[in-house]
C-alpha cells in the first residue's frame, strides 16, 4: 500500500488590484494638473521681471526677491494702495454675500424639509432654474435692473447678484442635510416644553453646523473668485473687486507678470487657507446631505 502524502499548494501571491492602482495614478496626475500652476505662480512672484520674460524659462530663480510682494502691501505707492482697497472690497462683498446667504438659505431650506405647503415641490425645484442657464444671459438685464435701483458702481449690487446666483444650491445642500436630522429629537424637545423656535435653535442648528459651515463656504467662494458681474456693473476705481482690480498689471505695451503672478497668489491664499481649515466640514455636508439615512 503506498502512503499517501498531502501536498500543499503553493501560496500564490496577492493579486494585483489594477483599478485600484489606477485611481491613484488618476489621483497623482489631478494632484500635479493643480499643484504645478500654483508652483509656478509663486516662483514667478519671486523673480524679476527680466527673469520672468526669460526664454527657456527657469523654475527656481537664480536671484529671488519679495518686491513684488512688498510693493503690494506697502500703503505708501499707488500699486499698494489699490491693490488692499481691491482686496477689502472684496473681502467686504464675499463677507456680506456669505452672512446673508446663510441667513436666507437657514430658514428656507428647513422649511422645505420640515413643512407641508401648496407648491412646495415645484418651489424647490424652481430654486434650481436659474442654474439651467449659463449667467451671461442674465448679464444685461440685472444691469439694466441695477441701474434702475440707482445701484451701479456700488457693492450692493454684486452682493444681490450673489445672492441670487447662489442662494439655490445653498438652499438645496442645507435641505439635503435637514432631512437627515431626526424630525423625533425636535419632538422629544418639544414635548419638554421648548418652542419650534428654541428647538430649531437648540438641537437643529447644532446638528446642522457642518452644512452651514459647507455653505458659507460655497457663498464665500463664488463671491471671491466672480468677475464678470463685478467687471460689468464697477468701473470706479474705488469700487473695484480683486478679480478686476489686477488688470492693472496688464498695460499695453507690457505686463507686469511677477506682480500679477503676486497679486493672484495673494488673492488665492484666503480661499485656500479657509477650505483647508474647515474641508473637513464641507465633506461632511457632502456626504451627509446626499445620503438618505
Known sequence: MTSMTNRVAPRKGKPLDVWRWVGRIFLVLMLLYTAVPMIWMLLTSIKSGFAAMQFPPQWWPNEPTLASYQRLLDPTNSVGQDFLRFFWNSLFVSTATTILAVIVAVPAAYAFSRFEFPGRNFLFFAVLLRNMFPAVIFL??????????????????????????????????????????????????????????????????????????????????????????????????????????????????????????????????????????????????????????
Open 140 to 293: 444685461v438685464p440685472l444691469f439694466i435692473l441695477m441701474r434702475l435701483l440707482g445701484l451701479v458702481n456700488t457693492h450692493g449690487s454684486l452682493i444681490l447678484t450673489y445672492l441670487t446666483f447662489g442662494l439655490p444650491l445653498a438652499i438645496w445642500l442645507l435641505k439635503g442635510f435637514y432631512d437627515n436630522i431626526p424630525y423625533q429629537l425636535e419632538q422629544a424637545a418639544r414635548i419638554d416644553g421648548a418652542t419650534r423656535f428654541k428647538a430649531f435653535m437648540l438641537i437643529v442648528m447644532p446638528l446642522s453646523a457642518p452644512g452651514i459651515i459647507a455653505t458659507a463656504i460655497y457663498s464665500f467662494i463664488g463671491a471671491w473668485n466672480e468677475y464678470i458681474f463685478a467687471y460689468t456693473f464697477l468701473n470706479r476705481n474705488d469700487k473695484l473687486t480683486l478679480p478686476v482690480g489686477i488688470q492693472r498689471f496688464f498695460s499695453e505695451n507690457t505686463t507686469d507678470f511677477p506682480g500679477l503672478m503676486a497679486a493672484s497668489f495673494m488673492m488665492s491664499l484666503p480661499v485656500v487657507v479657509l477650505f483647508l481649515l474647515l474641508q473637513r466640514y464641507f465633506v461632511r455636508a457632502l456626504t451627509e446631505g446626499a445620503v438618505k439615512h
